[in-house]
């Protein structure tokens, strides 16, 4: 079964860029978005942003908007979430999946592994 795979975490400080990535390959031509999430620990998944392959509409949780960017790159089928002015609430485990698309864990059925970002103060 092919699966999203994330890439691009890392530890940084606060008001610093990081930018992730996820490699789609296989998924896009079976989904109709790809997304973002990411989950702390001892709380919920929380939906980030997501791109609609089609049209190329973009949506975004309110708690990143203005600062986090989502974009695609057909040619790599590769989706990228571009991170700005970091903030320690920030840090969480980052996930890429591919599905229906909407802001909830379950219009997406293929998930990744993650990838670990830490923002320090």
């Known amino acids: 079964q092919v699966q999203p795979v994330e890439s691009g975490g890392g530890l940084v400080q606060a008001g610093d860029s990081l930018r992730l990535s996820c490699a789609a390959s296989?998924?896009?031509?079976?989904?109709?978005?790809v997304g973002w999430f990411r989950q702390a620990p001892g709380k919920r998944r929380e939906f980030i942003a997501t791109?609609?392959?089609?049209?190329?509409?973009?949506y975004y949780a309110d708690s990143v908007k203005g600062r986090f960017t989502i974009s695609r790159d057909n040619a790599k089928n590769t989706v990228y979430l571009q991170m700005n002015s970091l903030k320690p609430e920030d840090t969480a485990a980052y996930y890429c999946?591919?599905?229906?698309?909407?802001?909830?864990?379950?219009?997406?059925?293929?998930w990744g592994q993650g990838t670990q970002v830490t923002v320090s103060s």
């Open positions: 791109i609609y392959l089609g049209g190329g509409s973009t």
């Open positions: 296989g998924l896009t031509f079976r989904s109709s978005a």
């Open positions: 999946a591919a599905g229906g698309g909407g802001n909830t864990y379950r219009g997406y059925d293929k």
